[in-house]
């Protein structure tokens, strides 16, 4: 089965510590994978993206994911979090050779610490 | 469980037609989305409901667009007359609610990929 997985519900940071959000997926093919940030009481909104070239996705707001291959990972990374990321965030892959199937994780709750 | 189903998975069509395009959420869930994702704009919040009841459709672009969900178990919506600009993918996707460990979740169907020509 194709899908994406969020394996934690829940992260917690401390303010100015670097953190990782974890996304692995199952999808065959090239995949193109998305990250999404929502805040409270709002949609959902366009992070980042990877369809080739470079591993390592610069995207907004000082966030970054690299894409592994061989784990089928693709971790949403910050050096150093602001309380103000906290929010909740998705993953999704998008499968182009099977019609442009979207499939989204369950999301992670991000929550930094002051 | 199925998860969020939507339907058509593909919709081609041309301007000026009406286009319907369907959700039915996962079982037991009280919030229901309404998104629409495109290459130039990413992903867009069109309207959502709470217990059946449009909460906010400030996302909705304009008067051709409408959405409802007349019972817990399904939602539409509604382009009439549609146009090219309207050609994107719309995602449907619901949420558990209160009561729930994780109240935030939503939980998306496969999108629906409209093209107007």
């Known amino acids: 089965a194709q899908s994406v997985a969020q394996p934690e519900d829940q992260v917690n940071v401390a303010e100015g510590n670097p953190l990782t959000v974890k996304c692995t997926y199952s999808?065959?093919?090239?995949?193109?994978l998305f990250w999404y940030v929502q805040y409270p009481n709002r949609g959902l909104q366009f992070l980042l993206k990877?369809?080739?070239?470079?591993?390592l996705v610069k995207g907004s707001y000082g966030f970054e994911a690299e894409f592994n291959k061989s784990q089928t990972s693709f971790h949403l990374k910050k050096p150093s979090a602001l309380v103000s990321d906290s929010a909740l965030y998705f993953c999704?892959?998008?499968?182009?050779?099977?019609?442009?199937?979207?499939?989204f994780g369950t999301g992670t709750s991000l929550t930094v610490i002051p | 469980d199925a998860g969020v189903i939507q339907s058509p998975r593909h919709e081609v069509t041309e301007m000026g037609q009406e286009v319907t395009l369907r959700c039915k959420p996962i079982s037991g869930h009280n919030s229901l989305f309404w998104y629409r994702q495109t290459m130039m704009r990413g992903l867009e919040l069109l309207i959502y409901?709470?217990?059946?009841?449009?909460?906010?459709d400030s996302g909705m672009p304009e008067d051709r667009f409408s959405a409802k969900m007349p019972n817990a178990s399904f939602s539409t919506l509604k382009i009439q007359p549609s146009e090219p600009r309207d050609s994107a993918v719309y995602f449907c996707?619901?949420?558990?609610?209160?009561?729930?460990?994780?109240?935030?979740?939503?939980?998306f169907g496969p999108g629906t990929r409209l093209t107007v020509l």
């Open positions: 999808v065959s093919g090239n995949p193109y």
């Open positions: 996707a619901s949420r558990p609610g209160q009561g729930s460990v994780r109240t935030d979740t939503q939980y």
């Open positions: 999704a892959v998008r499968n182009v050779e099977t019609g442009n199937q979207f499939y």
């Open positions: 409901f709470n217990n059946n009841v449009p909460i906010d």
């Open positions: 990877y369809i080739t070239g470079d591993n």
